[in-house]
C-alpha cells in the first residue's frame, strides 16, 4: 500500500509538472516571452509519465516537435526547459533551439526534433549501442500518429526488430497530424497491430491512463532489458490544446469530441482511481498540486531572470571543440 | 497594376495555371481544405477538389517519389513543402531520380514537378524550419532554382515552372510572403536566367538575393547621400544564373559585392566571382566581396539568430569598403 501510495503520487507531480509547465508557457507565448514555436503536450502527459518512471539516466529518450513533457518527464529541469522557449542561457540548449531542439543528454534527453521522423531511428541506433557495450540501457521514441506514416517509422521498426535491439517505441495516437485526421492519413488507424509486420510485440494502452501506461512500458522495458527485442507501443491520447500556440481550433475537429476527451484528462483519471482503489484521496493530490505549482512559477522567474545568450555564442559548437 | 502580396501573387499564377492546364495537382501537408500552412492554396480546393489538391500524411520521400512517376505518366505535380527543409527527406528521389530522368531517358521523359517551399532565416525559427538550400539545389545538373524576391517576380517565375518541362525548385524566403507589391494584370510569364536590375547605380555592383535585395535597396539609399551610388542586381533564379547582366554592370561600376544569407563556402557568391574572373577580369577595379550569412546552423534565440545574418551596417560597411579599395 505504502509503495502503491508513493508509485501514484510520483505519477501525479510528473504529470502535474507538465501540465502547469506547459499551462505557463501558453501564457508566455501569450506575453511573448516565447519567441519561437510552441506545441504543447496538454492532454497527453500520462504517456510520458508512464514511460519514463521506468528509466534511468543512462536511458535514452527521443523526441519530437512536441517534446516538453519528454524533458520534463526524462528529468530535464522546468527552468531550463522554460529558459530554452524564452531563449536564454539557463536554456537546455543555451538559447540555441528552442522548443523543437531541446537537449539534456546529462539527463537522457537526446533531444527533441523539427524534423518528424528522426526520432524513431535514433532510438534504434541507441538500442544498437547498447547491445554492442553490453550497457542494459533502453533507447526509448516517442512520436506521433503522424510519424506513424512516415518512412523512418517502417526503417526503425524492422532494424529494430532484426537485430532484436533493446528499444520502446512509443506511439502517442492524439488522432490529427496538424489538422489532418489520421483515419485520413492511414490505412489503418491502429499503429499497434503494425508491429505483426515485424514479429514484435505491439500493445495498445489507454494513453490517458497513466497506471495503464506505466504497466505496459514496464512490461517492455523489461523485454528489451532481457535482450527480447523492441516493443510497439501505442497510446490512444489527445491534445486538448491546439496543435501550436497560437493557431485557432478551425473546425478540423469537432467541439465534442475536445471536450469528451477533457472530461478524460489524465490527472483527474488518476485521482479518481486512486480514490476508487482507497490508496489516497484529494488532500494527498492537492498538496502534490501546490508544491508543484510553486516550483513552476519559480522555475518560470528563473528562466526570465536569465540573460540572453552573447551573440558570439551562436558561432561556437559547429565541430568538434576540446573541453576546457 | 494591383497591389500583391507575395503569397497572394504567387497563389494568383497557381490559380490561373491550373484552370488553364487540368493535369496541374497539388501535394503536400495541410494544402487541402485547409489552403497551406502559408496560405499558398487558400481557396483553390473550393475551386479545384480533392484529387487537385492533394492533402498528404508526412511521406516527404513517398511523395517526392510518387510526383517523380507522375510527371514520368503526363502529370504536373506541384509538392509543396511549407519549410523547404522537410524536402531533405526525399533527397534521392530528388537527386537520382528527377534530376536525371530526362537525360537517362534521352529526352523521351519529361519532368514538370515544381517543388516549392519556404527558405531564410528569421522568426526564431531555429535550424529545422530555417534553411536555404539553392546553392545545393544549384550544384545538380537537371534542376531549375528560382528564388523570386517581389510579388511580380514570384508570379511570373511560377508561370514559367508551372509551363516548363523541367524539375524546379520554387524557393519563398518566409520574411518576404507578406510584402507587398505591384504585380501586372496581364499574363506574364518571366523567364529563368534573365536577372533583374533592380536600383541603377554607377560606383559599385551589388548582387543581392532574395531577402537580401530589399535590405539593400534601403542601404543604397543611404548610401546615395553619401555620394555612393549603388546597382543592384537580383538574379531571380540561381540555376540558370545570368552573369551576362552581373557582367555588363560590373564593366560600368568596375566593382561587385554579393550579399546573400545563404553560406559562402561553394555558394552562389563563389560561383558569381568565379564567372566574373573568367569573363570580366579586366573590367574589375577591385576583388570581387562576398557578404554572407555565418556558416552555421541556425540557433533560436533572437540574439544568437541576427548576428549571423548580414545586418544593414554590414551591408553599408561592405559597400564603403570596396568603393575604397
Ligand atoms: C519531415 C517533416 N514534415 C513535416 C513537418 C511539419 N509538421 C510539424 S508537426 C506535424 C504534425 C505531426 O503530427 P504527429 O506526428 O501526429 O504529432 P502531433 O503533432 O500530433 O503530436 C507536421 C506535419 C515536420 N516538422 N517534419
Redesign the interface.
Known amino acids: 500500500m505504502e509503495a502503491e501510495l508513493d508509485l501514484v503520487l510520483r505519477l501525479y507531480r510528473t504529470m502535474a509538472a507538465i501540465r502547469l509547465t506547459e499551462e505557463r508557457l501558453a501564457q508566455s507565448h501569450q506575453a511573448g516571452l516565447v519567441?519561437?514555436?510552441c506545441h504543447t503536450y496538454v492532454g497527453e502527459e500520462a504517456v510520458a509519465t508512464g514511460v519514463c518512471a521506468h528509466l534511468t539516466m543512462r536511458d535514452s529518450v527521443f523526441s519530437t516537435h512536441r517534446g516538453h513533457g519528454h524533458a520534463l518527464a526524462k528529468g530535464v529541469p522546468m527552468a531550463e526547459v522554460m529558459a530554452e522557449l524564452y531563449?536564454?542561457e539557463l536554456?537546455c540548449?543555451q538559447?540555441?533551439?528552442?522548443s523543437?531542439?531541446l537537449f539534456k543528454p546529462e539527463v537522457g534527453l537526446m533531444g527533441t526534433?523539427?524534423?518528424?521522423?528522426p526520432c524513431i531511428l535514433q532510438a534504434t541506433g541507441a538500442g544498437y549501442s547498447s547491445k554492442l557495450m553490453k550497457t542494459g540501457a533502453v533507447g526509448v521514441a516517442f512520436f506521433g500518429d503522424?510519424?506513424s506514416?512516415?518512412?523512418?517509422f517502417h526503417e526503425g521498426l524492422n532494424l529494430a526488430a532484426i537485430y532484436k535491439l533493446p528499444v520502446l517505441f512509443v506511439c502517442e495516437n492524439n488522432m490529427y497530424?496538424?489538422?489532418?485526421p489520421m483515419s485520413?492519413?492511414?490505412g489503418n488507424t491502429d499503429v499497434y497491430m503494425r508491429a505483426a509486420g515485424y514479429n514484435i510485440p505491439g500493445i495498445k494502452v489507454d494513453g490517458n491512463n497513466v497506471l495503464a501506461v506505466y504497466e505496459a512500458a514496464g512490461t517492455a522495458i523489461k523485454r528489451a532489458r532481457a535482450g527480447e527485442g523492441p516493443t510497439l507501443l501505442e497510446c490512444k491520447t489527445y491534445r486538448t490544446r491546439v496543435h501550436a500556440e497560437g493557431m485557432k481550433e478551425?473546425g478540423?475537429r469537432p467541439m465534442e469530441e475536445i471536450a469528451a476527451w477533457k472530461a478524460r484528462d489524465p490527472l483527474k483519471l488518476l485521482r479518481e482511481q486512486a480514490m476508487r482503489d482507497e490508496i489516497c484521496g484529494d488532500p494527498e493530490f492537492d498538496e502534490v498540486h501546490s508544491s508543484v505549482a510553486g516550483q513552476v512559477a519559480a522555475a518560470h522567474k528563473q528562466a526570465v531572470e536569465s540573460p540572453?545568450?552573447?551573440?558570439?555564442?551562436?558561432?561556437s559548437h559547429?565541430y568538434y571543440e576540446v573541453q576546457a | 497594376m494591383k497591389e500583391l502580396t507575395y503569397t497572394a501573387a504567387a497563389r494568383e499564377a497557381l490559380t490561373e495555371e491550373m484552370a488553364r492546364d487540368a493535369t496541374i495537382f497539388v501535394m503536400g501537408e495541410g494544402i487541402g481544405k485547409r489552403g497551406g500552412n502559408f496560405n499558398t492554396t487558400a481557396g483553390l480546393f473550393d475551386l479545384y477538389g480533392g484529387v487537385r489538391l492533394c492533402d498528404t500524411p508526412i511521406t516527404e520521400r513517398g511523395f517526392i517519389g510518387l510526383a517523380v512517376g507522375a510527371a514520368m505518366t503526363g502529370t504536373r505535380p506541384v509538392i509543396d513543402f511549407m519549410f523547404v527543409d522537410f524536402i531533405l527527406d526525399g533527397m534521392g528521389e530528388i537527386m537520382n531520380q528527377m534530376a536525371k530522368m530526362q537525360y537517362m531517358s534521352s529526352g523521351r521523359l519529361t519532368m514538370p514537378v515544381v517543388l516549392r517551399g519556404c527558405i531564410g532565416i528569421g522568426g526564431a525559427s531555429a535550424t529545422h524550419h530555417s534553411g536555404n538550400y539553392y546553392a545545393m539545389f544549384a550544384n545538380v545538373p537537371g534542376l531549375r532554382v528560382v528564388v523570386p524576391t517581389t510579388p511580380a517576380d514570384a508570379k511570373g517565375l511560377f508561370k514559367t515552372a508551372l509551363r516548363g518541362y523541367d524539375p524546379v525548385l520554387f524557393l519563398e524566403h518566409k520574411s518576404l510572403l507578406n510584402t507587398k507589391g505591384p504585380v501586372p494584370e496581364e499574363d506574364v510569364a518571366i523567364p529563368f536566367g534573365v536577372a533583374r536590375i533592380a536600383r541603377e547605380g554607377h560606383s559599385v555592383t551589388v548582387v543581392a538575393l532574395t531577402v537580401m535585395v530589399n535590405r539593400v535597396l534601403q542601404v543604397a539609399d543611404t548610401l546615395e547621400k553619401e555620394g555612393i551610388s549603388v546597382e543592384v542586381i537580383d538574379p531571380r533564379t540561381v540555376s540558370p544564373l545570368d552573369t551576362d547582366t552581373i557582367c555588363a554592370s560590373i564593366k560600368k561600376t568596375g566593382r561587385a559585392l554579393v550579399v546573400d544569407e545563404a553560406f559562402a563556402p561553394c555558394g552562389i557568391g563563389a560561383e558569381i566571382a568565379a564567372r566574373v574572373m573568367e569573363t570580366a577580369f579586366d573590367e574589375l577595379d577591385a576583388p570581387v566581396r562576398r557578404l554572407n550569412g555565418a556558416f552555421v546552423p541556425t540557433p533560436y534565440s533572437p540574439p544568437l539568430e541576427s548576428v549571423i545574418v548580414p545586418s544593414n551596417d554590414a551591408i553599408a560597411t561592405a559597400i564603403r569598403d570596396l568603393v575604397r579599395e
Not at chain 1, 506514416?149 to 523512418?152: D, I, R
Not at chain 1, 497530424?177 to 489532418?180: D, K, L, S
Not at chain 1, 540572453?308 to 558561432?315: F, I, N, T, V
Open positions: 519567441h519561437g514555436a531563449g536564454r536554456g540548449s538559447g540555441r533551439g528552442g523543437m531542439h526534433s523539427g524534423i518528424v521522423g503522424g510519424a506514416n512516415n518512412g523512418a497530424a496538424t489538422e489532418v485520413y492519413a492511414a478551425s478540423y540572453y545568450p552573447e551573440g558570439r555564442d551562436a558561432l559547429v
